[in-house]
């Protein structure tokens, strides 16, 4: 008896650790939640003051407190730490506020977050301020972006569509009232498509005009025809709908000016248009002239999509430009159209200059990042803003399948809009294979 009970405490011993190892890969938030939350959360508690001490994240205590220390306390008076306001695990890490004392800012902790990670044994630490005087120290626990799952929480609200998922595990969220203009640059393979993907998959469901400029003869946006508004597939479609779009901006502002507000989302509901998401494949193609002849077009396009990118925020039309590259080579005017686009989201790029053409004027210190995106990891990508702040996100795997079946399953949401009405693509119906007949046959007879 007493061999079979030892033999069964090592099978469950050896099934457990073969559990989770098993867990470790394959499901690496169970193994954080039951091993390495515990873990790291006891070593951070244990290890707090010193890890601050010699990462050089402390500072001399006030007079009164050091007198107080020495007085009254009858102790030693030793550099302070940051104070631990909140510990809270979650899934995938750890999140920690700290208080900063006098002498302190967010950039000191930042700087040593490299040599926090290795002290507290977590995949990464980013530092996020909250509040004057306070800093969100973000751990986490494992790689999230080598196999991207968005919560089940995050859904499409608004004009807010979740996309891609942060390297500290939040959520990275396409907000256009608060961004309303955005650029996409990323190299073949690198992921840039799986982004529009799942960004027209989010936009489908909501009350939104979606308008497509795809000028590689529709071969990407034709297939989410149901769901467009408008669709350009060549160059002079293309500046006939940004005409169109042009004068239905002017429109929108002779309504705000009837009403007496400065924008749409101070109108009535009754009155107020629908927005529009203006979604642009391939920016160069816009660019590109092969001739003389279509310097004008070129010009004229250039003009109207610069005219839409100024004004355009304050009516609801909002831009979604990308492409591979985008530079003063494209021509005059492509310099003054990029500066417009705030929000900016780079993939794997071929040389430098294209990162920097995403990121350097919105987040320098980003750049370097978008040079060290793998090739083996499609999806990746830097998104920065004008705030000089800039994050890691990955898209999770968006098959054109999916994004097709968004668009055939909203096709009711397409709103009425005359002006783009001459636009609007041609939508055959679905071909359904032939089912088995219902006729039972019968032989022919003599």
């Known amino acids: 008896m007493t061999d079979a009970?030892?033999?069964?405490?090592?099978?469950?011993?050896?099934a457990g650790a073969g559990g989770l190892g098993y867990a470790k890969v394959r499901a690496p938030r169970v193994y954080w939640s039951l091993v390495g939350l515990p873990v790291t959360w006891a070593r951070f508690t244990w290890s707090y003051r010193s890890t601050m001490d010699v990462c050089g994240l402390t500072v001399q205590p006030s007079g009164f407190r050091a007198f107080v220390t020495r007085n009254v306390a009858r102790r030693e008076v030793l550099p302070v730490p940051p104070k631990v306001r909140r510990v809270?695990?979650?899934s995938t890490g750890l999140r920690v506020t700290l208080r900063l004392p006098a002498g302190l800012e967010p950039a000191d902790i930042a700087a040593a977050s490299e040599r926090l990670r290795?002290?507290?044994g977590v995949h990464a630490v980013t530092v996020a301020e909250t509040k004057p005087g306070f800093v969100e120290l973000r751990m986490t626990g494992y790689d999230v972006l080598n196999r991207v799952r968005l919560p089940r929480s995050a859904r499409a609200d608004g004009l807010v569509v979740p996309v891609a998922l942060r390297d500290d595990g939040t959520v990275f969220a396409r907000d256009y009232r608060a961004v309303p203009h955005a650029l996409t640059l990323g190299a073949n393979q690198s992921g840039k498509s799986v982004?529009?993907?799942?960004?027209?998959?989010?936009?489908?469901?909501?009350?939104?005009?979606?308008?497509?400029?795809?000028?590689?003869?529709?071969v990407e946006q034709t297939a989410y025809g149901p769901r467009l508004s408008a669709l350009a597939t060549t160059p002079d479609q293309a500046s006939a709908l940004v005409d169109a779009l042009v004068g239905e901006m002017g429109?929108?502002?002779?309504?705000?000016?009837?009403?007496?507000?400065s924008d749409l989302w101070e109108l009535p509901e009754k009155v107020r248009p629908v927005p529009v998401v203006v979604l642009v494949d391939e920016i160069a193609e816009l660019f590109l002239i092969a001739s003389k002849k279509d310097e004008e077009r070129r010009e004229r396009l250039v003009t109207a999509l610069i005219r839409l990118a100024q004004m355009s925020r304050a009516v609801g039309l909002y831009l979604e430009v990308c492409g591979q590259r985008f530079g003063s080579e494209l021509g005059r005017g492509a310099t003054m159209l990029r500066?417009?686009?705030t929000g900016r989201v780079v993939h794997r790029v071929n040389d430098k200059q294209t990162a920097e053409m995403g990121l350097a004027d919105v987040a320098?210190?980003?750049?370097?990042?978008?040079?060290?995106?793998?090739?083996?990891?499609?999806?990746?990508?830097v998104a920065g803003d004008s705030s000089g702040g800039w994050s890691r996100i990955r898209t999770p795997h968006v098959s054109r399948s999916e994004a097709v079946a968004?668009?055939?399953?909203?096709t009711h949401l397409v709103p009425s809009l005359p002006a783009l009405a001459p636009f609007r693509p041609d939508v055959p119906d679905p071909v359904t294979a032939p089912g088995p007949s219902l006729v039972k046959p019968r032989p022919v007879t003599e």
């Not at 993907?197 to 005009?209: E, M, Q």
């Not at 979606?210 to 590689?216: A, M, N, Q």
């Not at 429109?251 to 507000?261: E, K, T």
């Not at 968004?406 to 909203?410: I, K, L, P, T």
């Open 195 to 218: 982004y529009q993907r799942s960004l027209i998959k989010g936009l489908a469901s909501l009350p939104v005009a979606l308008v497509g400029i795809d000028c590689k003869r529709g």
């Open 88 to 90: 809270r695990g979650t």
């Open 406 to 410: 968004a668009c055939r399953q909203y």
């Open 339 to 341: 500066a417009q686009l």
């Open 251 to 261: 429109d929108r502002f002779d309504l705000l000016a009837r009403h007496g507000v």
């Open 5 to 14: 009970t030892v033999w069964l405490e090592a099978t469950g011993a050896l």
């Open 364 to 381: 320098p210190d980003a750049v370097p990042a978008a040079g060290l995106i793998r090739a083996d990891r499609p999806g990746t990508a």
């Open 118 to 120: 290795h002290a507290w």
